[in-house]
């Protein structure tokens, strides 16, 4: 989905939308005109056509019957499924696992790993679905995913779980970042928000049976990852099966294959390094990891900080992220940060929301599941149920904050809305002390966390899709997954720097009047093997419960203190009307307009179809016919609830042009100015 195809966004040489006829376009022959928009596609810079192939290729998933959309639809939707189940145990096991390697202390470390590497995966991801293919784009996220399983199960120590964790992130974002895609391809503005959140519906079955299969898997935690190894291909391999079929449809002769046969294959890599950005992915990464990293090792001990090796670190990254900025203003072919998004308000202003959303949440979760063993001494199901409690009811709320969305027609107050909500979860998370009676506060307050997660995420990424052009919209989707995942490792890193910072001194404290401070270590570095020998009621055990209740109130004021942020990011998102385009702006190559109807590249243009129309368009019949009055009169330029959308779209435009017409003419003489005839060949006007 990085750009829409040439028959929906390429321009005419006078600038105009390919939906408007122009003189200069009639008399061309229809391969001419089939040229002129691969050549109008291809970006600055991109001569041998090498990064729109696989844009061409998505063209196919609109030509598609409904049925074999449905059934792509049902194979991302089982996708869907397998993944709402691996993110609702793994992270789970992941506590086990750094447990049995007596090396618990290390998940913090692990977790910036992992969003390290998560918010690096998308954008090569994304542009190398524009350049090769939706269909080999998961080829090859699969290929990473399942092996980072296999690699997880494994695993006996941290170094071989890091590994894991990087093949595994690597394959689940990219693939992730090309779901959305696969589905913005085939979906209209109006409809985008609700096709998104279908594929999550799994996480009402799942929110409470995973906690069934945690616990039964927990002793042999290994089999709890490595299944997905094999659960990931099951649901992969028909839906690029699939992929490959459609994508084979296109290589016609309309859409003739860019010169590369000539080129050496020396010259094709080095092509590909450039739309990957590879020095631009080698430049961030190194950033992050130098900034990001020492902020969790530095806090392990007391003055860490003063450091000469912490200090070397910050700073060479600070020196990177300098050098890849320049990098992308200048030395860059295919920037990872394409100036057209940094100038755009509703994208950045959408960033920061989600990155914030996600530095607040990051820091509750981080440590939640170890708080809820060791405060609340719950059993691993009750824990399991309340750590997915949270993605129980985003699941549960958001497909009534779509349709909402889809005949409300606007996004920003939902946004708004959800980060309030987000914040007065986060702000009932500050006040507990760690009784028995808190558990249920603790439920309540996961519950309008979750609320505020079902408002805003989802929101926001569709917000931000559609207020791009669709020839952007990969690249937005790939943006975006990088902002989310530095929320996510600044939120852990945020979260590891004051667990590691403040709970040994605060253990200390606790245990020194009843002499236990040679439990220190064992606490800190194996804390679910220490209660099984402690109960609640031990000394110890109410010592070790005090310390781990401060720790964690204060790390809940520093989340909910940083909603402020996201809360003024969302003021600042646009509020654009949804409708019946792929993107609500005009494009770098012209205006928005309806993919219903025809494709108007050639006389000879074929039907584009987009996923749900049929049986939406037919809903809201039934519901435009319940709502209107018997003998209303009707308007006119008022369309028509049963009139095809396409239709009723140009006669609107061209009622509009006869109103705007007979109110431009001169006094005197009442002249009477003919509507412009039915054009069989006219295309559909720009969306008004």
Same mark, same amino acid.
Request: proline content about 6%.
């Given at each position: 989905?990085?750009?829409?195809? *040439? %028959?929906?966004?390429?321009?005419?040489?006078? /600038?105009?939308?390919?939906?408007?006829?122009?003189?200069?376009?009639?008399?061309?022959?229809?391969?001419?005109?089939?040229?002129?928009?691969?050549?109008?596609?291809?970006?600055?810079?991109?001569?041998?056509?090498?990064?729109?192939?696989?844009?061409?290729?998505?063209? %196919?998933?609109?030509?598609?019957?409904?049925?074999?959309?449905?059934?792509?639809?049902?194979?991302?939707?089982?996708?869907?499924?397998?993944?709402?189940?691996?993110?609702?145990?793994?992270?789970?096991?992941?506590?086990?696992?750094?447990?049995?390697?007596?090396?618990?202390?290390?998940?913090?470390?692990?977790?910036?790993?992992?969003?390290?590497?998560?918010?690096?995966?998308?954008? *090569?991801?994304?542009?190398?679905?524009?350049?090769?293919?939706?269909?080999?784009?998961?080829?090859?996220?699969?290929?990473?995913?399942?092996?980072?399983?296999?690699?997880?199960?494994?695993?006996?120590?941290?170094?071989?779980?890091?590994?894991?964790?990087?093949?595994?992130?690597?394959?689940?974002?990219?693939?992730?970042?090309?779901?959305?895609?696969?589905?913005?391809?085939?979906?209209?503005?109006?409809?985008?928000?609700?096709?998104?959140?279908?594929?999550?519906?799994?996480?009402?079955?799942?929110?409470?049976?995973?906690?069934?299969?945690?616990?039964?898997?927990?002793?042999?935690?290994?089999?709890?990852?490595?299944?997905?190894?094999?659960? /990931?291909?099951?649901?992969?391999?028909?839906?690029?099966?699939?992929?490959?079929?459609?994508?084979?449809?296109?290589?016609?002769?309309?859409?003739?294959?860019? #010169?590369?046969?000539?080129?050496?294959?020396?010259?094709?890599?080095?092509?590909?390094?450039?739309?990957?950005?590879?020095?631009?992915?080698?430049?961030?990464?190194?950033?992050?990891?130098?900034?990001?990293? #020492?902020?969790?090792?530095?806090?392990?001990?007391?003055?860490?900080?003063?450091?000469?090796?912490?200090?070397?670190?910050?700073?060479?990254?600070?020196?990177?992220?300098?050098?890849?900025?320049?990098?992308?203003?200048?030395?860059?072919?295919?920037?990872?940060?394409?100036?057209?998004?940094?100038?755009?308000?509703?994208?950045?202003?959408?960033?920061?929301?989600?990155?914030?959303?996600?530095?607040?949440?990051?820091?509750?979760?981080?440590?939640?599941?170890?708080?809820?063993?060791?405060?609340?001494?719950?059993?691993?199901?009750?824990?399991?149920?309340?750590?997915?409690?949270?993605?129980?009811?985003? &699941?549960?709320?958001?497909?009534?904050?779509?349709?909402?969305?889809?005949?409300?027609?606007?996004?920003?107050?939902?946004?708004?809305?959800?980060?309030?909500?987000?914040?007065?979860?986060?702000?009932?998370?500050?006040?507990?002390?760690?009784?028995?009676?808190?558990?249920?506060?603790?439920?309540?307050?996961?519950?309008?966390?979750?609320?505020?997660?079902?408002?805003?995420? %989802?929101?926001?990424?569709?917000?931000?899709?559609?207020?791009?052009?669709?020839?952007?919209?990969?690249?937005?989707?790939?943006?975006?997954?990088?902002?989310?995942?530095?929320?996510?490792?600044?939120?852990? %890193?945020?979260?590891?720097?004051?667990?590691?910072?403040?709970?040994?001194?605060?253990?200390?404290?606790?245990?020194?009047?009843?002499?236990?401070?040679?439990?220190?270590?064992?606490?800190?570095?194996?804390?679910?093997?220490?209660?099984?020998?402690?109960?609640?009621?031990?000394?110890?055990?109410?010592?070790?419960?005090?310390?781990?209740?401060?720790?964690?109130?204060?790390?809940?004021?520093?989340?909910?203190?940083?909603?402020?942020?996201?809360?003024?990011?969302?003021?600042?998102?646009?509020?654009?009307?949804?409708?019946?385009?792929?993107?609500?702006?005009?494009?770098?190559?012209?205006?928005?307009?309806?993919?219903?109807?025809?494709?108007?590249?050639?006389?000879?243009?074929?039907?584009?179809?987009?996923? /749900?129309?049929?049986?939406?368009?037919?809903?809201?019949?039934?519901?435009?016919?319940?709502?209107?009055?018997?003998?209303?009169?009707?308007?006119?330029?008022?369309?028509?609830?049963?009139?095809?959308? &396409?239709?009723?779209?140009?006669?609107?435009?061209?009622?509009?042009?006869?109103?705007?017409?007979?109110?431009?003419?001169?006094?005197?003489?009442?002249?009477?100015?003919?509507?412009?005839?039915?054009?069989?060949? &006219?295309?559909?006007?720009?969306?008004?």
């Amino acid at each position: 989905m990085g750009a829409a195809a *040439p %028959a929906l966004i390429a321009a005419s040489t006078n /600038g105009l939308a390919v939906g408007v006829s122009t003189s200069s376009n009639r008399g061309k022959s229809p391969a001419v005109s089939r040229r002129s928009s691969a050549a109008t596609l291809a970006p600055i810079g991109d001569k041998a056509g090498i990064r729109q192939a696989g844009i061409r290729r998505a063209e %196919a998933l609109r030509e598609l019957d409904p049925r074999s959309q449905g059934i792509i639809f049902a194979l991302v939707c089982a996708w869907g499924a397998v993944l709402c189940l691996d993110r609702l145990t793994t992270y789970s096991y992941q506590t086990i696992a750094t447990n049995s390697f007596a090396a618990h202390s290390s998940l913090s470390f692990l977790n910036v790993v992992r969003a390290l590497v998560a918010a690096i995966a998308g954008p *090569p991801f994304a542009l190398v679905a524009d350049s090769l293919g939706r269909a080999n784009a998961f080829t090859l996220g699969l290929a990473f995913y399942a092996s980072g399983h296999a690699l997880l199960a494994a695993s006996h120590n941290t170094a071989a779980y890091a590994g894991g964790v990087t093949l595994f992130e690597i394959g689940a974002n990219g693939l992730v970042v090309l779901q959305w895609t696969l589905l913005a391809d085939m979906t209209s503005s109006k409809n985008r928000l609700l096709f998104v959140i279908l594929p999550q519906m799994p996480f009402l079955i799942f929110s409470f049976i995973s906690a069934n299969i945690y616990a039964a898997v927990l002793p042999h935690w290994r089999w709890g990852v490595g299944m997905f190894a094999i659960l /990931g291909p099951a649901t992969l391999v028909p839906l690029i099966a699939m992929l490959y079929t459609a994508e084979a449809s296109v290589a016609t002769p309309s859409l003739p294959a860019p #010169p590369r046969a000539r080129q050496r294959p020396m010259s094709r890599v080095n092509e590909l390094l450039q739309v990957v950005d590879l020095p631009g992915l080698v430049l961030l990464c190194a950033a992050l990891s130098l900034l990001l990293i #020492p902020l969790t090792l530095a806090a392990s001990t007391p003055g860490r900080w003063a450091s000469a090796d912490i200090i070397a670190e910050l700073c060479s990254g600070a020196a990177l992220v300098v050098a890849f900025a320049a990098w992308e203003l200048k030395g860059a072919r295919f920037p990872l940060l394409p100036r057209a998004l940094l100038m755009n308000r509703t994208a950045w202003a959408g960033a920061l929301t989600l990155a914030s959303f996600w530095i607040s949440n990051t820091v509750l979760t981080a440590y939640l599941p170890t708080y809820l063993y060791v405060v609340q001494d719950t059993s691993n199901r009750a824990q399991q149920n309340i750590s997915t409690l949270y993605s129980f009811t985003v &699941a549960l709320a958001s497909l009534p904050v779509a349709l909402t969305v889809r005949y409300a027609g606007r996004l920003k107050p939902f946004a708004v809305i959800g980060i309030v909500l987000f914040t007065v979860g986060l702000g009932m998370m500050v006040g507990f002390n760690g009784n028995s009676g808190t558990r249920f506060h603790i439920i309540a307050a996961q519950i309008i966390i979750g609320l505020g997660g079902a408002f805003t995420v %989802a929101v926001v990424q569709s917000l931000i899709q559609v207020s791009v052009p669709h020839a952007l919209c990969g690249q937005s989707i790939a943006v975006l997954n990088i902002c989310i995942n530095l929320g996510v490792a600044v939120g852990s %890193a945020l979260a590891g720097a004051m667990w590691t910072g403040l709970l040994p001194g605060y253990l200390a404290q606790e245990l020194r009047p009843i002499s236990g401070l040679s439990m220190l270590s064992a606490i800190f570095s194996e804390p679910l093997t220490w209660i099984t020998e402690h109960a609640v009621s031990t000394s110890e055990r109410t010592a070790v419960v005090a310390a781990y209740v401060r720790v964690f109130r204060y790390m809940m004021v520093a989340a909910t203190s940083n909603c402020a942020l996201a809360f003024a990011a969302a003021c600042l998102l646009g509020n654009p009307k949804l409708g019946n385009t792929l993107s609500t702006v005009e494009g770098e190559d012209g205006s928005a307009r309806s993919v219903r109807g025809e494709s108007a590249t050639s006389t000879d243009a074929k039907s584009i179809n987009l996923l /749900g129309d049929a049986w939406l368009a037919r809903l809201d019949r039934v519901f435009m016919r319940a709502s209107s009055r018997p003998g209303e009169k009707k308007k006119r330029g008022t369309p028509d609830p049963s009139e095809d959308s &396409a239709a009723a779209q140009a006669r609107f435009s061209k009622d509009a042009l006869y109103s705007k017409a007979a109110s431009a003419s001169p006094p005197g003489p009442e002249v009477h100015v003919e509507p412009p005839p039915e054009d069989n060949d &006219a295309r559909p006007a720009r969306q008004l």
